[in-house]
T-cell receptor, first 112, second 108 residues
Framework: EAGVTQSPTHLIKTRGQQATLRCSPI?????VYWYQQALGLGLQFLLW???????NRGNFPPRFSGRQFPNYSSELNVNALELEDSALYLC???????????FGSGTRLTVV | RKEVEQDPGPFNVPEGATVAFNCTYS??????FFWYRQDCRKEPKLLMS???SGNEDGRFTAQLNRASQYISLLIRDSKLSDSATYLC?????????FGKGTSLLVTP
């Protein structure tokens, strides 16, 4: 069974540009979480999607947005990129409930 | 107050030692609890869930104290390969909250 897949693996953008990150959950999983992990910092919760709806978002500005598609894959968009947006962006999926979450290997975004 | 707090360490222990990590959480509505392991520049991976009755998986034992809002992880007979960052994770109704992690280095 394929795990959570994220693309691209690495992304380099210029300040002010937009970035789009993609995540495909494990087959059958309906929930997708997005996290940001800046160098030396812990995982910061960004967004939670379930059944196509945004269920919750973390303490990030509106230029961080996303969506979940009917096939439960998800996209994270970051507009007007700033240097401090450089981080590892992790996606996790689950089938709801009290189960552990499986993470993808992440997209490393570098803003120059 | 942060949702999930952990001692960042680092914990430097010799091979074979027993080491314990603690974690506290602030949201009494928290539903599920986990320990994850994260190796340098890699994604977090589920180590084990934590149940109120306590649970064991080989050399790893996890405990939950809901009254004190406290979670622990005990690693017995530490191996070099246990060196990693251990993340305490708490699931509330609307978010999955991570501690910043406790760094463990097991030395020969």
């Amino acid at each position: 069974e394929a795990g959570v897949t994220q693309s691209p693996t690495h992304l380099i953008k210029t300040r002010g540009q937009q970035a789009t990150l993609r995540c495909s959950p494990i087959s059958g999983h309906t929930s997708v979480y997005w996290y940001q992990q800046a160098l030396g910092l812990g995982l910061q919760f960004l967004l939670w999607y379930d059944e196509g709806e945004e269920r919750n978002r973390g303490n990030f500005p509106p230029r961080f947005s996303g969506r979940q598609f009917p096939n439960y894959s998800s996209e994270l968009n970051v507009n007007a990129l700033e240097l401090e947006d450089s981080a590892l962006y992790l996606c996790a999926s689950s089938f709801q409930g009290d189960y552990g979450y499986t993470f993808g290997s992440g997209t490393r975004l570098t803003v120059v | 107050r942060k949702e999930v707090e952990q001692d960042p360490g680092p914990f430097n222990v010799p091979e074979g030692a027993t080491v314990a990590f603690n974690c506290t959480y602030s949201n009494s509505a928290s539903q599920s609890f986990f320990w994850y392991r994260q190796d340098c520049r890699k994604e977090p991976k589920l180590l084990m869930s934590v149940y109120s009755s306590g649970n064991e998986d080989g050399r790893f034992t996890a405990q939950l104290n809901r009254a004190s809002q406290y979670i622990s992880l005990l690693i017995r007979d530490s191996k070099l390969s246990d060196s990693a960052t251990y993340l305490c994770v708490v699931h509330t109704p609307y978010a999955l909250n991570f501690g910043k992690g406790t760094s463990l280095l097991v030395t020969p």
